[in-house]
């Protein structure tokens, strides 16, 4: 990560520090961040503090600090979550509501494991269907494959890692990284950014793919964030400190563009960033007048 200095805003010579991040070192920050708050959210996920993160545009001390409140409705919630997964009959008693998951009608879903109705359906699809002492069924796809070749969150719903990499294709073509991506057997476990990644690894086009999704999500949510705007430049520049005053003169060292960071406009000294949209709407609008004149 290249450290820099802007020496000026359009208005003022205040000085700020920046850094030219790669997509590389962007995705290690948002891993390492998400990391990082979690150790004060303790949630289950650390793709569930990504997102929440995006909401507070990456300000952890907003979010750790004046927030604290909604911190403890979210960890409230997800001790519900929890007891849902360590006794779920438990907590529907203590909630004084029927199971749904012992409705049959829930069981419909084509990618959904079948299971045993009489057995307890949160865990009767972690019974995998032993052949021989390597090898099981996928209770997802029937197909037979060895034990290594399975993976299961902390509910232990194990599907075949083919049926994974489906799931993970469907879901990151739906929503990108924007949502949480819930266990395939549509329990409220989320799989984390890095494991998404880990299942990918064999299928580098969805892997870059997913990787760029969360790097796009963080640069246009995170208040110190800009994309370098040079020519099929993907130059990440993020500032040291938040300003109120954020028009300051940017250089990339990889394209060589100087711009601002405000606007993402060629540098404009002394104009403002909002007399210099002003100004190239109205030849905007001349030209179009232009064109009715010569029709
Ligand atoms: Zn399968
Ligand atoms: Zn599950
Ligand atoms: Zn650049
Ligand atoms: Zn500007």
Known sequence: MQSKISLATITTDEKIKYYLLTENEALHEITKTAKDVNEILNLPSTTLVRLILNNFHWDQDMLTGKFSFILMKIRKFYFVLEKFFTDPEKLFKELNVANPYLSPSLQSNPLSPGHAPERDPMLAVVEQMATDNTNKICRTCYSENPSDEFYA???RHQHCLTCWHSYLEVNIG???????????????????DEKILELLSNDQNLCDR?????VKAFVEANRLTQWCPGN?????VK?????ANRAHVIECDNCKTTFCFQCSKPWHEPIQCSLLAKWEQKNRDESMTGTWVIA
């Open 153 to 155: 969150l902390r509910c």
């Open 174 to 192: 739906q929503h990108g990284c924007l949502r949480p991506i819930y266990c395939l057997s549509r329990c409220l476990e989320v799989i984390d």
């Open 210 to 214: 997913y990787r760029n999704n969360l």
């Open 232 to 236: 099929g430049c993907a130059t990440i």
């Open 239 to 243: 500032l040291n400190t938040y300003s």
